[in-house]
Antibody, heavy 122, light 107 residues
Framework: QVQLQESGPGLVKPSGTLSLTCSVS?????????WAWVRQPPGKGLEWIGE???????NWNPSLRSRATMSADRSKNQVFLKLTSVTAADTAVYYC???????????????WGQGALVTVSS | DIQMTQSPSTLSASVGDRVTITCRAS??????LAWYQQKPGKAPKLLIY???TLESGVPSRFSGSGFGTEFTLTISSLQPVDFATYYC?????????FGQGTKLEIK
């Protein structure tokens, strides 16, 4: 059974850096899948942040590209998200998810972590 | 960027009803569309991908259709466990945008 677990600080100060880790079990990030980050502000809808492949290739939501970094550690089977210069608007539940690949194309997010609430506040 | 618009935003229905949710893309996405169900406090769950392919383990009362810019998610006979929020997501072009969601409420 594929499981994803987000971890990281639940509180970040304004102008600081949000850092999250997604630990994957039941699958290897070296398999042919991309690993995505999605966020959801309280009471609002879903926003696709971006996705990372095992070798560090990334695809981004342009609205966050200037502030965000994603990476992967194949030896630890983990993927990472960093978001700099955060404001209250970055307060959200952050999910990592597996992007299923079929015929070299993503088709949907088939496994999700339970989500990590990150609050930006002083 | 491709924008995804769902309608309605809220839908009130009763157990046993047949309901349809619509998702429109601002430009053609062929059949690169996924549907998700989300319950309060939980992560979304993939229901359908490639517009009409049912994810393994999802009940057959769920179905999806459409191509190009207009898509529908249909639940043939609502069950109590189906009351949730539903999202579409396009997979044609980065960024893989979601619709704003449709909340399915008990009438």
């Amino acid at each position: 059974q594929v499981q994803l677990q987000e971890s990281g600080p639940g509180l970040v100060k304004p102008s600081g850096t949000l850092s999250l880790t997604c630990s994957v079990s039941g699958d290897s990030i070296t398999n042919n899948n991309w690993w995505a980050w999605v966020r959801q502000p309280p009471g609002k809808g879903l926003e696709w942040i971006g996705e990372v492949y095992q070798f560090g290739y990334t695809n981004w939501n342009p609205s966050l590209r200037s502030r965000a970094t994603m990476s992967a550690d194949r030896s630890k089977n983990q993927v990472f998200l960093k978001l700099t210069s955060v404001t209250a608007a970055d307060t959200a539940v952050y999910y990592c998810a597996r992007s299923r690949i079929m015929a070299d194309r993503g088709v949907g997010l088939d496994y999700w972590g339970q989500g990590a609430l990150v609050t930006v506040s002083s | 960027d491709i924008q995804m618009t769902q309608s309605p935003s809220t839908l009130s229905a009763s157990v046993g009803d047949r309901v349809t949710i619509t998702c429109r893309a601002s430009q053609t996405i062929d059949d690169w569309l996924a549907w998700y169900q989300q319950k309060p406090g939980k992560a979304p769950k993939l229901l359908i991908y490639k517009a009409s392919t049912l994810e393994s383990g999802v009940p057959s009362r769920f179905s999806g259709s459409g191509f190009g810019t207009e898509f529908t998610l249909t639940i043939s006979s609502l069950q109590p466990v189906d009351f949730a929020t539903y999202y579409c997501q396009q997979y044609q072009t980065y960024a893989y945008a979601f619709g704003q969601g449709t909340k399915l409420e008990i009438k």
